[in-house]
């Protein structure tokens, strides 16, 4: 079944404001409004389906299935989806064929150390939940990878990032009218939902993905024209102070990444125009108060850079090496990191052991140099080609969609400084930029393609 542009939009908003609303009055039905979705894009388009409302899902990530532990819905929603496009394996074995092959040799290698790690060599008894956990993230890999080498998917991509800004702005203002910074509230407030401020903090604790949504804003943007270029562009500048309201420092540096990455591929009045506002708008959040009060309420932060060993995820990573080098090889097992790393007397967090807060430092403790060859491919295969691709844009004579799809990379450039391999929403912007890089570095982005691409945004 085919749904034109409009009827795609009009159910791609129709899921999302039913999987929320389901959340807020009743959040037991969620799991069954979930799979009604999934049998809907299911039947009409699976791909689009999955790009378009993963991103959507991603605060529900700490949101597990009563009864069934260690599922969540990002997880069922990712297995499903996974199911059926395989109900047409040649198209699905050729879209995974496009995806490059470092980043195919780099996944299944770890993944299969994993596997091994976890179910023949881990002492933990939870070792079987890490290793569903491990496959489920690397199967979302694989897929959103594999379709985001796809020229048309793009545009796809682009509306599910829309949707998810829509979703962090609004999360925001809620919380802004109601209750004030949402750092008050994130570290005492549960994550059960039920309720519309409950649900916006769910939202809110992962918003600074919402650069992101800027980036893929601001590159649909570009290609509109009117009212519809406009609203695009205000919806842009909101996704970065909804990031910078999360309270994550993890927003300040990606945006800083972004100034940087735009920096470097300026060379025509547009681009440095693009730079040049991104500035504007953070003296604008410095001097307006929320980037000041952003740093001085994230102290943690710089005792982090200037490698405090009394800060907080210095002493897991640290911990982290310590357990490495007790097995270096082979590693302590998957799953087994926090009943290692307690015994080197890592501080209790929400009454449990503090878990990694570093892919590197994670695969390392539990899968040793052996597992981490699978790491050092994915990232060496990705710094390599995101070379080329700066190479590329710097010689192009005009702004392309590629130019902003750079601005979003900063988020994975920032998480490989934590879970870039471990959290869904790194996972699946990593997958995409991946795809998207391949497929600019072959040329599938150039030339009369842009024309096109440009042609059918502007509709």
């Known amino acids: 079944m085919i749904l034109s542009r409009r009827g795609r939009c009009l159910l791609s908003g129709a899921s999302v404001l039913s999987l929320y609303v389901s959340a807020m009055l009743f959040p037991e039905g969620l799991l069954f409004?979930?799979?009604?979705?999934?049998?809907?894009?299911?039947?009409?388009?699976?791909?689009?389906?999955?790009?378009i409302l993963f991103p959507s899902l991603i605060p529900f990530m700490n949101v597990e299935i009563a009864g069934i532990r260690g599922a969540s819905l990002v997880s069922i929603f990712t297995i499903a989806i996974f199911l059926i496009l395989l109900l047409k394996p040649r198209e699905f074995v050729q879209r995974v064929h496009?995806?490059?092959?470092?980043?195919?040799?780099?996944?299944?290698?770890?993944?299969?150390?994993?596997?091994?790690?976890?179910?023949?060599?881990?002492?933990?008894?939870?070792?079987?939940?890490?290793?569903l956990t491990r496959l489920t993230r690397s199967i979302q890999f694989v897929v959103v990878a594999a379709l985001a080498t796809q020229l048309a998917s793009l545009a796809v991509i682009e509306a599910g990032w829309i949707y998810y800004g829509i979703l962090q702005v609004t999360a925001a203002i809620i919380l802004q009218t109601r209750f004030g910074n949402v750092l008050a509230v994130r570290e005492s407030?549960?994550?059960?939902?039920?309720?519309?401020?409950?649900?916006?903090?769910?939202?809110?604790?992962?918003?600074?993905?919402?650069?992101?949504?800027?980036w893929f804003s601001a590159s649909m943007a570009s290609r509109r024209k009117g009212t519809k270029r406009i609203l695009l562009w205000v919806l842009a500048i909101l996704c970065i102070g909804?990031?910078?309201?999360?309270?994550r420092r993890q927003a300040l540096l990606a945006?800083?990444?972004?100034?940087?990455?735009?920096?470097?591929?300026?060379?025509?009045?547009?681009?440095?125009?693009?730079?040049?506002?991104?500035f504007v708008v953070l003296i604008g959040l410095y001097y307006g108060g929320p980037l000041r009060d952003f740093l001085s309420g994230r102290q943690s932060l710089f005792d982090e850079i200037m490698g405090n060993r009394g800060g907080q995820?210095?002493?897991?990573?640290?911990?982290?090496?310590?357990?490495?080098?007790?097995?270096?090889?082979?590693?302590?097992?998957?799953?087994?990191?926090t009943s290692a790393t307690s015994e080197?007397?890592?501080?209790?967090?929400?009454?449990?052991?503090?878990?990694?807060?570093?892919?590197?430092?994670?695969?390392?403790?539990?899968?040793?140099?052996?597992?981490?060859?699978?790491?050092?491919?994915?990232?060496?295969?990705?710094?390599?080609?995101?070379?080329?691709?700066?190479?590329?844009?710097?010689?192009?004579?005009?702004?392309?969609?590629?130019?902003?799809?750079?601005?979003?990379?900063?988020?994975?450039?920032?998480?490989?400084?934590?879970?870039?391999?471990?959290q869904p929403e790194y996972i699946f912007l990593f997958g995409q930029i991946i795809g998207l890089m391949a497929a600019f570095n072959r040329g599938a982005l150039s030339g009369s393609q842009r024309q096109h691409l440009a042609a059918r945004g502007a509709k």
Request: hydrophobic share 55%; charged share 10%; aromatic share 14%.
């Open 98 to 131: 496009s995806i490059p092959n470092y980043a195919m040799f780099g996944i299944v290698w770890l993944l299969a150390i994993e596997i091994i790690s976890g179910l023949m060599f881990s002492p933990s008894p939870l070792a079987h939940i890490a290793v």
């Open 242 to 247: 909804a990031a910078f309201f999360s309270g």
């Open 33 to 51: 409004v979930l799979a009604g979705i999934i049998v809907i894009w299911g039947i009409i388009s699976p791909s689009h389906g999955f790009l």
């Open 189 to 214: 407030e549960s994550f059960s939902l039920g309720g519309l401020v409950p649900v916006s903090i769910v939202i809110a604790s992962i918003g600074f993905m919402a650069i992101a949504s800027f």
């Open 313 to 337: 995820y210095w002493r897991i990573n640290e911990a982290g090496f310590e357990a490495f080098r007790s097995s270096p090889v082979f590693g302590i097992g998957l799953g087994n990191y």
């Open 344 to 422: 080197f007397g890592v501080a209790r967090r929400y009454g449990e052991w503090a878990t990694p807060h570093n892919s590197l430092v994670r695969i390392l403790a539990e899968t040793g140099l052996i597992g981490l060859i699978g790491f050092l491919v994915i990232s060496i295969g990705f710094f390599y080609n995101m070379i080329r691709l700066i190479w590329k844009l710097r010689k192009s004579t005009s702004l392309g969609p590629m130019h902003f799809v750079l601005g979003a990379s900063s988020l994975v450039l920032t998480g490989f400084a934590v879970t870039i391999l471990d």
């Open 255 to 278: 945006v800083i990444i972004s100034v940087a990455l735009a920096g470097i591929v300026a060379r025509s009045w547009k681009r440095i125009g693009i730079l040049a506002l991104m």
